[in-house]
């Protein structure tokens, strides 16, 4: 009989944690790119330079949005992966969609950032960020369902990773319908809702989220 | 009697892993930085946003073939590298041409999303595909000639590995012949034969190419 | 009692280096993409590549600053990485806020040699130094406060490190304070601060900074 | 008495491999951002599209030639990183240094495509071979003096790291006078010494070298 070649392919947590690590950096990187420095020639005085300087201040709420987004989502795909006991091709791939959809985040927040006001900008962010944690999540099934965590990540540890992407999912979901009707509200919420989880204050109330 | 500097150099396998991993992930974001957002100054209200953005989902196709194809090699190549005992310079030379292989997908990329329905865009793009498979060949063919693979995954690891990359190549030379008569028709099948490979559905026919 | 997922999140030191590691890597290739190469359609002969090129000279100044930077940061910031027992999910947290300044440094390098005499640019310049020192001191002053780091690192090795921060920011704020009269001595202040942290010369005075 | 700080500062190999294949990676997938697809209005014919891209072919001479000049400094330092013990923060800022040189290769390289005839492209880019060359061998004859690198790689393997690198940069200079007189036989020249460490033929005159 022939071995099948998906037996041996994919099993390394680590070549999925380097990956990961790359993208993460590029991605973060690639975000302040987009702040551009003021064209030489139309700058003359410390004042214009100031000026220049202070119109490009709205781009750094996109901008915080992001970092807060991959740093949360690099947080919560690493402490997954710690639990786990090995890796298969199966659950490799869907780490690859997750990783394509955090590819995506630079472009949805220079479209942000150029298009501030824009529902649709808004609205293709939102779903940016809704997809990258619905990968996060399939992840995770997967890894459950076909028995690659590890013994003591079943039960209580399962279902905080579990509950804690769909409460986060469920806060941004209320985000989005509020930036349906005021985009800039929206997006307020969303780094609020963010940094809670990055700070993750003491309260009582909050800290369960 | 000298020591030869060459006895000496690139046995190292986790090298070829970091720079093969930090090459794929540069790969993975250089291909969204051909997603350009319209220029704001041509944009004034939302439906000519939308519009604007629709224009741009043709890319999406390209995109998606080139994510499928980073990923397939990637896997492809973590499969080889997990069977080595260690590696010699030779090998690690071979694995650098194919680690210069997939640095130009990003150019094949924009060639096909720019030049969508040109044959020779297309056929620039199955030669990449197929030189990093050629490559890839080559290193495992190398790594067993060489007697740098472990003792279990000589026989049939070996050939389930051979079996894949040839199988997976002679799908793509297909396409690559229907793609001369029908450019669409052509990446359409590149993007089924990916699926294939990535889905890896369990239906009897298909999960044994 | 539900399980927080807080306690398990973000507890492994080798992939705050490895996302580092991205983000340094990355930092420093960006810095090289501000060299132009001249217009090739305004380069006739010999002489005027040279002069062209010479014209680019003065940006080596604020390259050859931002690689000091980052170098010494980079070192710095291993140096406490590697003291660490384990990591945290704060903690993680602190060394993004540190990451997220970094990939600033390209912007405010790139500000700071398109508008060289320009004290703006200088201060701006000169922040981002100093909140990076201030997150580099923030990631061991928690880590020690957490009782993350190793058992030998308390006393002796924590304060060689909190003193090096502490020194190092007071001398780039002298440094700074001179850049407000005149902005090039300033710079240079800089560039002579961060040799003398990177060759560490064996001068009994200064090699105890 | 003061702990000195420099005494716990990057003596670890372990991220100075990580950092460097960053740079590698980022450094090689930079060089295909130089190929510019041709301009989509200027295109409507599959004979123009061929006609544009046959026009970029000589750029990939100065592409073939930095692939192998990253690939052979790549094994080298690697070469050099696998005799050693331990690191020392003197050893990583002598790393930093040859890191830095590696990542001007891209504009070098640019240059040099753009500017294909002229001597002073050729002189900047052997200038950058030289000074790599120059950085890799200091920090193998600092680990050596400093006692850095491992019992059994003194003599005989730190006799062959040496050679290598001399006997390699020889070539280039004899390579550099020649391209004084005629640029492209020295770009010629220096592909062809790359190649012969690249493949390292088996014939017993060239592989000594």
């Known amino acids: 009989m022939e071995m099948h070649y998906n037996r041996i392919a994919g099993d390394d947590v680590g070549r999925i944690e380097a990956l990961s690590d790359g993208i993460f950096a590029f991605a973060a990187t690639v975000l302040v790119l987009d702040f551009h420095t003021p064209e030489v020639s139309e700058i003359h005085t410390e004042a214009q330079l100031l000026a220049a300087l202070a119109a490009s201040v709205p781009r750094l ?23 786990l006991e090995r890796s298969n091709r199966d659950l490799t791939w869907l780490h690859l969609v997750f990783i394509a959809v955090i590819t995506v985040l630079p472009f949805s927040t220079r479209l942000l950032a150029d298009f501030f006001t824009y529902r649709t900008a808004f609205m293709i962010y939102w779903a940016n960020i809704f997809l990258t944690g619905a990968a996060l999540y399939a992840t995770w099934a997967y890894a459950e369902r076909a028995r690659l965590i590890r013994e003591d990540a079943h039960g209580e540890v399962s279902r905080a990773i579990r509950r804690r992407i769909v409460i986060a999912q469920s806060l941004y979901a209320v985000g989005a319908v509020v930036g349906v009707f005021d985009v800039t509200l929206g997006i307020v919420l969303f780094i609020l809702i963010q940094l809670n989880y990055a700070v993750a204050p003491r309260l009582p109330v909050l800290s369960r989220l």
Chains 1, 2, 3, 4 share one sequence.
Do not use: D, E, I, R
């Open 61 to 83: 709420l996109p901008w915080l949005l992001s970092m807060l987004t991959l740093g949360m989502f690099w947080v919560g795909q690493q402490t997954g992966l710690n639990q």
